[in-house]
């Protein structure tokens, strides 16, 4: 069975060595699997029906222990596979549990920081006597399912699928499959359209091959990697972005790039009335006892998703474009805290497209080579650029921001995006683990903010005090 490579001294030389390139992967558009005899794929569901179960037992299982999941595991369950296929469905499950639990553990980390909010605005309202506002709801948390793997699909490696050039003219390649008949490999022809041949471009495959099967139908998807060059100088100007609905992307150049308002939001609040009509219909029909029943999956909700993603893809490349040789720098967050993030507007729909900006902005400027990093977006937006004094009540409402200290006064998007443009090689921050202690950090900051400048903020009063002393004793003389 495969372990963990141990590295060389040889692969640590070049760790150190400065980066002058980064590789991407790319993936081509899924090609269908020619069925060229029954017999042949049928081989490929049976392995399916071993593979899928022993799978997600490794899902389940990663999911729940105390341990991050380790792709090189020892196999803890029993299984027909070969070590080798065994290996491949550890490694497959491992990934998803991975960002099962890490996406789960940002949501439980919003959640209770929206509690500690929700107590703080309670407290406030008793020592104020102001009554709390009754719209308000109190923070829920919801325990997550495990996920559960409903697509067959194996994410295997050259030690189990392998990519054969072919030698005649009929077929681009073959595909040598292990099965659960030892010794005895599975070959598919595979023939590409003209556009997978054009996504390749002459690029080498990388080994990494994906089957999945949908709707009856096997489907291959092969990989590439491409080495891009760096072109960002290392004394690049730092450009902050900060993600939103509001703004796609605010810049701390004072920017602005796509919306999720007006077009797209009224198209979004369309689809929703017409699936939930959709649904009304449904109980209604089953209620009657009708067995077929229309499908709630919208047409329209799929096509919106997809212009979505377009829009944040033009106003990412927009982005790109007018800040050529700028480094970006971006908030690290998951689709869980995107969800909190949307929660204004509450909808899955939102956040899962809002998480599309960060994904994105990794890929853009990869392709680019283009230097992009995410940095801890923690109190990003309750911090005050100017005097880095941390308050929730810093936010007058979504779009202004005001220092309750300082006065200073922004839009809160951009006065958030120039916090996130400095917290890059911010190394006392990054070293923060828990979100109280960045706080507690801001807070510091802000208290020598305040040493420093002492003589205009705290002075002005006292001069003023003096100066209206002086007048009086004017007037007496
Ligand atoms: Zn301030």
Not at 49 to 65: E, G, K
Not at 154 to 176: C, G, H, M, P
Not at 190 to 215: C, D, E, P, W
Not at 405 to 428: F, I, K, P, Q, T
Request: hydrophobic letters at 35%; a positive charge; proline letters at 4%.
């Amino acid at each position: 069975m495969s372990r963990k490579p141990e590295k060389t001294p040889e692969q640590d030389k070049q760790k150190r060595k400065k980066k002058t390139k980064q590789t991407i992967t790319r993936a081509v558009t899924p090609i269908r699997l020619i069925e060229a005899n029954v017999g042949k794929l049928a081989a490929l569901d049976q392995l399916m029906a071993v593979y899928l179960p022993l799978c997600q037992q490794y899902v389940t299982w990663f999911s729940r222990a105390e341990r991050v999941p380790d792709r090189y595991t020892d196999p803890v369950f029993e299984s027909d596979l070969s070590e080798r296929l065994h290996r491949v469905a550890i490694q497959q499950a491992a990934g998803i549990a991975k960002s099962f639990r890490t996406n789960r553990q940002a949501a439980y980390d919003a959640y209770l920081e929206n509690l500690a909010d929700d107590a703080a605005a309670k407290a406030e309202a008793l020592a104020s006597g102001k009554p709390l506002d009754m719209e308000r709801k109190e923070p829920e948390w919801h325990e997550w399912h495990l996920p559960e793997l409903r697509v067959p699909c194996i994410q295997a490696n050259a030690n189990v699928v392998v990519v054969e050039k072919s030698e005649d003219t009929t077929f681009d390649y073959w595909l040598r499959i292990s099965t659960l008949d030892k010794g005895n490999p599975l070959r598919v022809p595979v023939k590409l359209a003209s556009y997978h041949k054009q996504a390749l471009g002459g690029r080498t495959l990388n080994g990494s091959t994906t089957l999945h099967k949908r709707n009856g139908v096997w489907w291959l998807t092969l990989s590439c990697d491409e080495d891009v060059p760096l072109q960002t100088a290392t004394s690049a100007p730092c450009v902050g972005v900060d993600v939103g609905i509001a703004n796609f992307i605010t810049t701390s150049t004072g920017k602005q790039y796509g919306t999720f308002h007006g077009k797209l939001a009224r198209r979004q609040k369309r689809d929703r009335e017409k699936r939930r009509r959709k649904a009304k219909l449904r109980a209604c029909l089953k209620k009657k006892g009708v067995e077929n029943l229309p499908s709630t999956s919208s047409v329209t909700g799929q096509r919106l998703s997809r212009h979505v993603r377009q829009e944040i893809n033009r106003a990412v490349n927009l982005l790109l474009e007018e800040h050529q040789d700028a480094r970006i720098i971006y908030e690290d967050l998951s689709v869980a805290s995107m969800r909190f993030k949307a929660r204004s507007m509450n909808a899955y729909l939102y956040a899962s497209n809002l998480a599309h900006i960060p994904e994105q902005l990794a890929w853009a400027t990869a392709k680019r080579g283009r230097a992009a990093h995410t940095v801890k977006a923690a109190y990003s937006s309750q911090e005050c650029s100017r005097c880095h004094f941390v308050d929730r009540t810093n936010r007058a409402n979504q779009q202004t921001f005001c220092c309750g200290v300082c006065g200073y006064r922004d839009h809160a998007d951009h006065n958030a995006s120039v916090n996130l443009a400095r917290r890059y090689r911010d190394a006392e921050l990054s070293a923060c683990q828990k979100k109280e202690q960045i706080k507690a950090l801001l807070l510091r900051r802000h208290e020598v903010w305040k040493q420093v400048h002492r003589l205009t903020v705290v002075e002005p009063p006292v001069q003023l005090g003096l100066w209206a002393r002086s007048e009086t004793s004017t007037d007496v003389g």
